[in-house]
């Protein structure tokens, strides 16, 4: 049978939360990146870009909430300072002057990073038992791939 989360040792509740802490960091950088994209894409394909990063942003409001509300399942602290976040968020801002190609391209790299952070916390979650942890990842770590590939097809 698998460990309840609130059965988690104090480390690895620790480590778990940690990992949460950054997926979220990570969504919220993200978050406004898209924001940013949208409000100031420019070219031929304004409309599918703008409509994508909208797509983006209102997946990533959501799914912040999801993460740091199974932070507070744990009984984790869920740093919602921006300036913490962008600290410790492996995405950075993006200057929203860019042309199309390099948004796009910004964009995918957030969503590789995203979906690398989100797999790792999935693993580290299944290595203390903490399922429902994992599942979480899982589902956001497919969502990140899938948003990566379809940046990727703008590319190519
Ligand atoms: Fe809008």
Do not use: C
Not at 30 to 52: D, I, K, R, S
Not at 92 to 114: F, I, N, P
Request: aromatic share 6%.
């Amino acid at each position: 049978m698998t460990q309840p989360a609130t059965d988690l040792s104090p480390s690895a509740r620790e480590a778990i939360v940690e990992a949460l802490n950054q997926s979220v960091a990570e969504t919220a950088v993200t978050t406004m990146l898209a924001q940013n994209f949208h409000w100031n894409v420019t070219g031929m394909a304004f409309g599918p870009l703008h409509a994508l990063f909208q797509e983006i942003y209102e997946d990533h409001f959501v799914a912040q909430d999801d993460l740091a509300e199974r932070i507070k399942a744990l009984d984790g602290h869920a740093d919602g300072m921006l300036s913490g976040m962008l600290k410790r968020s492996k995405v950075s801002e993006h200057d929203g002057h860019a042309d199309d190609k390099t948004m796009v391209a910004a964009m995918q790299a957030a969503q590789e990073t995203l979906a690398a952070t989100l797999a790792a916390a999935g693993a580290l979650a299944a290595e203390h038992g903490d399922t429902l942890t994992e599942d979480l990842a899982i589902a956001r770590g497919q969502t990140h791939e899938k948003f990566a590939w379809m940046l990727r097809a703008h590319l190519r």
